[in-house]
C-alpha cells in the first residue's frame, strides 16, 4: 500500500500564457548561492522569481515561441548565464547582475540579452553539461537531431565580458530514430559522464563521439572535426532497449533523468538512471540492469531526481498530467501526493526563500496562469513504517523496558503497553 501526503507551505505566483514543460527551470541565475525559479511561455514573456516574493523580479518580452530554458556556465567564465533558445532558432544569453542592498530598479527588473545569436530552428530541450572540462550546450529538435555546441574565444578580452569577444560554435550532430522529449548526464561504470537521450517506446540512447585518434567515447571532446569525419557524425549512437514489458506502444513519449545518487560512498564510479513513459511505467536503472519497475495508472510525463529525506540518497519524482506526484526511492517504496490540477510543467529541484538557503521544492505550473511552489517537502522516511519500528530503534527504550520488566521480543507485550501509553486501559462498560 503507498502512503500518500500531503504539502501545505506554498508560494503562489502569477505567471501568463501556456508554457513547454522544459520552458520552466530552477537555477542560481544571478551567482549568489541562492536559487531562482525561471520560466518563458510561447507568447516571447521570460521571468524570474526570487525567494518568497510572488511578483517577478527580472523580466522580458518579445523574445518569440520561448521552448527550452538553462541555468550553466555557458562562457566557461566561472559564472552561470541564463540561455534561452526559441522555436524561431534564437539563442539568447542572459548575465544577470547580484541584487543590491537598495534593491532593483525598474530599468534593472527588465533583462536584456548580453548575446544573442541564431542557432537552428525548432528546438524541443536543451542540456548545459560539464563534460570534460567545459560547458557545452546540447540541444534536441523536432526533426529528432540532436546537436552539441560550445562557446569558443574569437580574440583576446583583456579579462573583459566575453560576449563581444566570442561565439557559439558547432561541435557535433547525432540523428536519432525518435522524437526526444529529454537529454541527461550519466556516470557510466568506468567513472566518465556520458550524455544519454530518451527514445520513444521506453528507450534510450547514449551519444558517442570520436576524437581525434578514431576511437569513440562517450564523452563530448571540443576537439574539431575534419572532413572526412564530418559525414559520419550520425552513427556516433548506442541504444539501449530496456525491454519494458508494458511499453507496447512504440511511440510512447518517453523521458529519463540520470546522475542519481545511489548514496553510496563510492560515489566515483556509476550512477543510477530513472526512466518513464506517457503509459504509467517507471524505471530504475544501473548501466543496462533494470533494478526496479514499477506501473502506475496515470501519464507520466515529467521526471525529476530529489533528496527529499535529506540521507544523501536521491529519490525519483515523477509527475503526470492530473497532478499525480509519485516519489519514489531505490527500494521501489513509494510516497504520492495529489496536486488538485491539472499541469501544465513541472519541476522538482531546490529553491531558495529569502531567509534561507536551497530547500527541496515541487513547482506545478497550471492552465489558469498561476504557478505553485511547494517549497516544504521534507519527509522523515519513504517507507512505511509502525510505531514498533519507531520505538525500536530509539536508544532509550530498551533500558526503559528493562525497568518495566518487559521482554524487548515480545511484540504482543510492546502493543499491549504502547496503546496504553495512547489510549489508557479500556473500560468496562
Sequence with gaps: MWRTVSFVERIEVEFKGNLFNQAMVLGDVDNDQ???????????????????????CRRSSGLGIITCIGVGDICNQGKNN????????????FDIKREGESGLSEEDKVLK???????????KVLLLADIDGQTQLIVGYSDRVIRSFKWQMISSSDGGE????????????????GQTETITINKSSDGRQQVMASQPGGTLVTLLRQTKDGDTHSDLSPNK??????????????YHPLGLSRAKNRDISTVIVGDINPGK?????????ALATL?????????????????????????????????GQEEVVCCSWDGQTYIVNHSREVVRYLFQENVAAFSGGFYSLTEGGNIPCFVYATFNNTIYIYHDIKLPRV??????????????????LAKLNIDPTRTDQLRELYHWCLYGWPTKS
Aim: hydrophobic share 35%.
Design 265 to 273: 560512498e563510492d560515489l566515483d564510479h556509476q550512477t543510477y538512471y
Design 113 to 123: 540579452a548580453a548575446y544573442k545569436q541564431e542557432l537552428p530552428a525548432n528546438s
Design 383 to 400: 517507507e512505511s513504517t509502525n510505531l514498533l519500528q519507531v520505538m525500536d530503534r530509539t536508544p532509550e527504550t530498551n533500558q526503559l
Design 162 to 177: 566575453p560576449y563581444s569577444t566570442g561565439q557559439i560554435v558547432f561541435v557535433q550532430k547525432w540523428k536519432l530514430a
Design 82 to 93: 541564463l540561455v534561452c533558445l526559441t522555436a524561431e532558432g534564437t539563442c539568447y544569453l
Design 279 to 311: 503509459d504509467g511505467t517507471l524505471v530504475l536503472a544501473e548501466n543496462d540492469k533494470i533494478l526496479w519497475s514499477l506501473q502506475v495508472d496515470h501519464q507520466l510525463f515529467s521526471l525529476s531526481k530529489l533528496d527529499v529525506t535529506g540521507n
Design 34 to 56: 541562492r536559487n531562482e525559479l525561471i520560466v518563458g511561455n510561447i507568447d516571447g514573456d521570460l521571468a524570474v522569481f526570487k525567494g518568497s516574493n510572488p511578483v517577478t
Design 225 to 238: 572535426l575534419d572532413g572526412n569525419t564530418q559525414d559520419q557524425r550520425d552513427t556516433f549512437l548506442l
